[in-house]
């Protein structure tokens, strides 16, 4: 017997990569997304750091998210005929001796050397980089997010399994074989809400936030290099398929106040090129967005079912959703058709009232 398809609000990267997973084995899917302009998966500049933070971790889901991730976008890639994500040795700019300790230790480790390049001293990049510590590369990458979408939208489009609109949580009629919206019957539905998760009450208890972040395009007066520079201030990173133009990142404001481009944001993101850069050439500031990250105070992405719904989430993927979200898409949709386990670190939804 066929089943009716899953219902997937939002198509932004987490709904997108669902529906290309449970596409992949079969499933039917019907994707409902609201386009909304300032979704973060159209705001981003999309960089994928495997090892980040002062203690050079992976993301909560472990080492094997960040190969799983790669893997998936190479083989989307196979698919699109396009490449999605843009290897980069990332150029970090040590803060300080602690971080350049954690760095040596994290180079003997197997499991994160393979994401780490060479250590570089003060000056060894003909003096571009803002290093007085010196620093490593990190291997990364740069995902080209609006490709993502758009080879997705098609694909669905193609399926007739993409439609403009809004999924009001009051409209859902749950009952024990699915759920049923505007008169269809769905077998569940899957929130990839982003932002707006955080006021879904089908996910309350999960404690979603609303982190604004500001990030600018620029383009530099004199020619530099085009690498990704990044240090504990921020990053300046190639804008794919723009040659001599960046992207200036990310300013992070107080969880749950809104998201807009202010004179503030744009002034603290444009004085920190002096840390990332020694000279920084003079920069056009060509466009200035803002958005929304989905987060969770623990830091940890939100994956599984809802209990007592038919119903499942992929949300709160944070500022590591590059990372994440191509992995954790594939382990959903197993968890979902197959009842495989979900990997740790990642939050349980909790029971909605
Ligand atoms: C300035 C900034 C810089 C960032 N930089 C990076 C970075 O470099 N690397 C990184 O990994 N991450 C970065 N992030 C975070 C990353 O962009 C987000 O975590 C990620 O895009 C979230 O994807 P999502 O699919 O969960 O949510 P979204 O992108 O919000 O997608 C959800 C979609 O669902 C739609 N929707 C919501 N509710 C409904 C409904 N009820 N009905 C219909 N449609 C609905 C929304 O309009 C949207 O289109 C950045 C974010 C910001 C704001």
Request: charged letters at 20%.
């Amino acid at each position: 017997m066929s089943h009716p398809p899953f219902l997937i609000v939002g198509q932004g990267l987490a709904g997108s990569l669902v529906a290309l997973s449970l596409l992949d084995r079969g499933a039917a899917v019907t994707v409902v997304d609201d386009g909304a302009a300032d979704a973060p998966s159209r705001v981003t500049p999309g960089l994928a750091t495997p090892i980040a933070g002062p203690r050079l971790t992976f993301p909560p889901s472990g080492a094997e998210t960040a190969a799983g991730s790669w893997r998936r976008y190479r083989s989307l890639e196979r698919r699109f005929g396009q490449r999605l994500l843009q290897s980069h040795d990332i150029l970090h700019m040590a803060g300080g001796r602690e971080e350049l300790r954690q760095f040596q230790k994290r180079s003997l480790d197997p499991t994160f050397s393979h994401w780490l390049g060479r250590q570089f001293s003060p000056g060894d990049h003909d003096g571009v980089l803002a290093d007085p510590w010196g620093g490593f590369e990190i291997r990364g990458g740069q995902v080209n997010v609006p490709a993502l979408l758009g080879h997705a939208a098609e694909l669905l489009r193609e399926a007739d399994a993409l439609h403009p609109g809004v999924v009001a949580t009051d409209e859902l009629q749950p009952d024990a074989d699915g759920v049923t919206w505007q008169g269809q019957r769905y077998r569940e539905v899957i929130f990839c809400d982003g932002p707006a998760g955080s006021t879904n009450p089908w996910l309350a208890g999960v404690g979603l936030q609303r982190v604004p972040g500001e990030v600018l395009t620029v383009r530099p007066a004199q020619p530099i290099p085009s690498h990704i520079y990044h240090g504990r201030a921020g990053y300046l990173a190639p804008q794919p398929g723009q040659h001599g133009v960046f992207r200036l990142g990310a300013t992070y404001g107080t969880p749950d106040t809104p998201a807009a481009p202010t004179e503030a944001g744009r002034q603290a993101l444009l004085t920190q090129l002096p840390r990332l850069l020694s000279r920084p050439p003079r920069m056009e500031v060509i466009d200035h967005r803002a958005g929304t990250r989905p987060a969770t105070p623990q830091r940890c992405p939100v994956l599984g079912r809802i209990p007592g719904r038919p119903a499942a989430v992929l949300n709160g993927l944070g500022a590591r959703a590059m990372l994440q979200a191509p992995y954790l898409a594939e382990r959903l949709v197993e968890h979902l058709l197959d009842d495989a386990p979900l990997p740790e670190g990642c939050l349980a939804p909790a029971r909605p009232e």
